[in-house]
């Protein structure tokens, strides 16, 4: 099975390279190089400069996932157990869960300065409410018998939480992961944008500015590989932990 997905990403791979290899054939404009000159160009840029950009990207995402994490989860699980709980903060989460994001950059800069804690909440921000919704609600499908064996035992909540609590709040967690993740990068990209001079928004805007189509296109592909990695990390993650959906 592994060697059936690597032959369909090879095959992805493959599928976008010819077709933009064929788009800058056509357009034979300084705007659409051709990809293998691009990938020339990663290849000599990328040890002495664009991969301090890319950690830099990736420190950030991984920080303000890991925010999100140690702050959503136990307020998701609160949410979906104990319902007192789920109707004090059930206002409060609906509320500024549709609030744009990305509109509050503004505020987060002006409050916390344009460095590394304003993008990192930012990222934060964005994972965090999705992370509470999704865990209260794998919780609360639980139906109510799958706790009375626990209960008739005396069952500490601990034990109920990594027996029933957790594996089945698990895979809509990782799923609200995957599908924010997404968001982040793009926001990420915007927030890079201001006040830093490292992270893959900051070299990719710097290359247009500098009308470097050639590094601006390797810092497009490297972003893109980025969320590759990232995504296959949280797919790698979702089979060991959720192994009873594969079988």
């Known amino acids: 099975m592994k060697e059936i997905r690597y032959i369909w990403y090879a095959g992805a791979v493959f599928a976008i390279f010819i077709l933009w290899s064929m788009t800058a054939a056509l357009v034979e404009l300084p705007i659409v190089p051709s990809p293998v000159r ?30 999100a994490i140690v702050v959503g ?42 460095g590394e804690a304003a993008k990192i909440l930012m990222i934060f921000l964005i994972i965090v409410f999705q992370v509470i919704i999704a865990v209260r609600d794998g919780i609360r499908a639980i139906p109510k018998e799958t706790y009375y064996p ?63 189509y050639l590094e601006m296109y390797a810092g497009i592909v490297v972003l893109s590989l980025l969320g590759l990695l990232l995504f296959g990390l949280i797919d790698c993650l979702e089979k060991h932990f959720c192994h009873w959906q594969y079988r």
């Open 38 to 67: 691009v990938l020339e160009t990663l290849g000599f840029i990328f040890k002495d400069s664009i991969a301090i950009h890319g950690l830099y990207s990736l420190w950030r995402i991984i920080a303000g996932l890991f925010l």
């Open 73 to 114: 989860l136990p307020i998701g699980v609160a949410m979906g157990y104990f319902s007192r709980i789920d109707r004090i903060l059930a206002p409060l989460v609906y509320l500024t869960y549709p609030v744009p994001k990305i509109a509050l950059l503004p505020i987060l800069m002006l409050l916390l300065g344009v």
């Open 150 to 212: 626990l209960y008739s035992l005396g069952a500490p909540f601990q034990a109920v939480f990594f027996e029933i609590l957790w594996p089945a709040a698990l895979p809509k967690f990782i799923t609200a992961i995957r599908v924010a993740m997404a968001t982040a990068i793009s926001v990420l990209f915007f927030t890079e944008t201001f006040g830093t001079q490292y992270g893959m928004g900051y070299f990719i805007m710097d290359a247009w500015l500098r009308v470097n």
